[in-house]
């Protein structure tokens, strides 16, 4: 007897949510499972490297196009491409909306979903707590990335930098509202409050699946010369990656409207950077970000 099993547009087996790509769980049998994945446009789009042998991923793009910077390639509609045993990170980012047909050789859903859900949950709670981080660590992800690219990091590194952009500033959540919203000039006994950030980000990042990127998280307030917290660390005790956070962090925080005052214009946030390259930032990290924002 054949049995068919019809999945309904809006009825798939499963699905999971957030704020740039869904997936639906279409169908599964054993150790294969197909999926529609959705990514919105100008979020990234991440395969990870294969945790077993014989591991096969299948893409096919039925609507929209991605972008591979570091391949230099574009994916249309009708495109395809395959991974056997893929052994490092490859990012995409979407041009548009983008769907994709998923297929793999392994039960992974479930997975992937719960991580999507737990990056979900993870992001609300930092809007409810303060509107001004979670869209600060959303740019500054895209500044980090950018960076990353321009100094031609490998996959890895660059995925561990968007991840540990996007959550450097998670820790905040346990920082009490009245200092964290506060709209005069903070005391030196509410500052020290605020520096502790960094450490609670680390706490919190430790426990998830997203564990090798807390040196990254707790690492991003230092600065080269030791004037930096929780550490004190100097020069390149600090890791590449913290060090490309911290520049895109403080581009943004300068650039941006705050409770105490409003944001200040590009070239002064330009000329700050410059001025302290090479004693609170990386010279090749500032010089790669002037690149960009002058290019």
Do not use: W
Request: glycine share 2%; hydrophobic share 40%.
């Amino acid at each position: 007897m054949t049995t068919i099993k019809i999945v309904e547009k809006n009825n798939p087996i499963d699905i999971a949510s957030q704020e740039s790509s869904q997936l639906k769980l279409l169908a599964k049998s054993h150790n294969l499972e197909i999926m529609e994945q959705i990514i919105f446009k100008d979020k990234m789009f991440i395969v990870y490297p294969a945790d077993t042998e014989n591991l096969f991923e299948f893409f096919y793009i039925i609507s929209g196009s991605i972008q591979s910077e570091i391949l230099r390639t574009t994916l249309c509609q009708g495109d395809s491409f395959h991974f056997n045993a893929l052994v490092e990170v490859t990012h995409f980012k979407a041009l548009s909306d983008t769907r994709i047909l998923y297929v793999i050789n392994d039960s992974i859903f479930h997975l992937l979903s719960d991580e999507i859900k737990t990056l979900y949950e993870m992001m609300n709670s930092i809007e409810k707590k303060d509107a001004y981080t979670k869209k600060h660590c959303q740019r500054v992800q895209q500044y980090a990335y950018k960076i990353a690219v321009e100094l031609k990091l490998d996959n890895e590194t660059i995925e561990s930098i968007q991840f540990a952009a996007l959550f450097h500033d998670l820790g905040k959540i346990k920082i009490p509202d009245d200092i964290l919203n506060k709209p005069e000039a903070l005391s030196e006994k509410e500052y020290a409050i605020i520096k502790e950030h960094p450490k609670y980000s680390r706490d919190i990042i430790t426990k998830l699946y997203f564990r090798d990127i807390e040196k990254i998280v707790l690492q991003h307030h230092e600065r080269i010369d030791g004037s930096g917290y929780p550490n004190q660390l100097i020069g390149d005790d600090i890791c590449i990656e913290a060090a490309i956070i911290a520049v895109a962090d403080s581009y943004d925080a300068i650039t941006s409207d705050r409770p105490y005052r409003s944001g200040l214009s590009k070239e002064i946030a330009v000329s700050e950077l410059i001025k302290f390259k090479g004693t609170h930032y990386r010279n090749d990290v500032v010089d790669a970000f002037l690149n960009i924002l002058l290019s």
